[in-house]
């Protein structure tokens, strides 16, 4: 199995990132997945989860109205559309295979003019 993130980097406040996990090893569109962050010095915590078959979302307050969170099963990939960005966006954010509880190994969203 194996979750590998990307399209993190440098933004200034009010820019844009989409986040990508292209999963593999498992059969992706039977399952639910999710997006995570940690910032520096806190825990970690949810940001959003897509289900599997009617691809219902769910946000953290914090996301909701400017983070879409969207998956392509044809290409195993999950998506994390983030707009608005705000530094306190900032952190590591991880894709989660929420059946299996495993982790992907994150990638560094830093916002800061």
């Known amino acids: 199995v194996r979750l590998v993130e990307s399209g993190g980097g440098l933004v200034q406040p009010g820019g844009s990132l989409r986040l990508s996990c292209a999963a593999s090893g498992f059969t992706f569109s039977s399952y639910a997945m999710s997006w995570y962050r940690q910032a520096p010095g806190k825990e970690r915590e949810l940001v959003a989860l897509i289900s599997s078959v009617t691809g219902t979302t769910t946000y953290a307050d914090s996301a909701k109205g400017r983070f879409t969170i969207s998956r392509d099963n044809a290409k195993n990939t999950v998506y994390l559309q983030m707009n608005s960005l705000k530094p306190e966006d900032t952190g590591v954010y991880y894709c989660?295979?929420?059946?299996?509880?495993?982790w992907g190994q994150g990638t560094q969203v830093t916002v800061s003019s």
């Open positions: 989660y295979w929420n059946s299996q509880r495993y």
